[in-house]
């Protein structure tokens, strides 16, 4: 075939310098300008007072994925995860905007620190953050896969489980700490009606259960992880388990079938053990039910406040 470039010929490998090839696709030279380089003298839209008609209740930056270290009391006790945040404060009527850097660079001065996600580390976080931000309040919502060792029922090996984790930590200067955790596990629900009227088996699914929790005390070093997640599990009708043997899935099936489930039942069993909690001040629990002889999902949620 013949060649038509003009600049590569038969037996040559020629190409235009990297500068020609970045004009050859459009690159052009930069325009001299006439503004100021240097910090100190541009424009800060942002700090310039003027009445903007509303204070804000939350500006700042989302789905910023960063790495953190969390603490558990199952093993593994110490893990780096990959943790998604959110960073807000409050925003005064008489500022257009706040600085957005700040917000990273603050995460990124903690991680340097050696921080970890615990209540007490978010709480610092948030209210240090109001007071570079100059507003009154501040919040960090951050959410991260949480990864915790199952042993298989009968044969005990061992895997690793996870399930999705929640922190939102609330600053304000007058009301001080609030504070919110939460937690997605999977399970196995079984359905009481099928087992009912089933001459013999009964169908189960894959039941995702979310419970969140306000807590007592925004800085607790209580293990709401696990409190959580065995609230969600020792309610369901069985556990999920990375590995099962022959032995450990005849158990599995065995517990399912000697505990049936509607989705109705799993938050209310579950909020019964919230609600015994010293812990916690208000909840919030759901269960989804994806169902294996419906297309559509079964659903049910309360909320309650003590």
């Known amino acids: 075939m013949a060649n038509h470039n003009p600049t590569l010929t038969q037996g040559s490998s020629r190409l235009p310098s990297k ?54 009391t199952l093993s593994p006790t110490v893990q780096t995860t990959v943790a998604n945040f959110a960073l807000t404060t409050s925003l005064v009527q008489n500022s257009k905007g706040i600085n957005m850097s700040r917000l990273t660079e603050q995460l990124d001065l903690y991680h340097q620190q050696g921080w970890d996600l615990s209540l007490k580390h978010l709480c610092q976080f948030a209210e240090e953050l109001a007071g570079r931000m100059k507003q009154s309040a501040a919040t960090i919502e951050v959410t991260f896969p949480w990864f915790y060792e199952r042993p298989a029922p009968v044969t005990g090996m061992t895997g690793l489980m996870h399930a999705e984790a929640m922190m939102r930590v609330h600053f304000d200067e007058v009301e001080g700490f609030t504070a919110t955790v939460g937690l997605k596990a999977m399970v196995t629900t079984l359905c009481p009606c099928s087992k009912e009227i089933s001459e013999y088996s009964a169908h189960n699914q894959r039941g995702v259960v979310t419970a969140e929790i306000e807590l007592t005390d925004a800085q607790t070093d209580w293990d709401w992880k696990k409190a959580l997640l065995e609230a969600e599990e020792t309610n369901a009708s ?69």
Not at 283 to 299: K, Q
């Open 19 to 72: 500068q020609e090839r970045h004009r050859l696709f459009g690159s052009v030279d930069p325009i001299p300008g006439n503004k100021p380089t240097e910090k100190e003298k541009m424009v800060d839209l942002q700090n310039t007072p003027k009445d903007f008609l509303f204070a804000l209740d939350q500006v700042g930056i989302s789905s910023v994925k960063h790495p953190a270290v969390v603490h558990s």
């Open 238 to 306: 069985a556990c999920m388990h990375p590995i099962l043997k022959r032995p450990d899935e005849k158990r599995v099936t065995e517990s399912a079938y000697e505990n049936p489930r509607f989705v109705e039942d799993m938050v209310r069993l579950v909020a019964a053990d919230l609600y015994e909690m010293p812990e916690v001040a208000a909840f919030f629990v759901e269960c989804r039910n994806e169902e294996s002889i419906h297309l559509h999902d079964a659903i049910a949620r309360v909320r309650y406040r003590k």
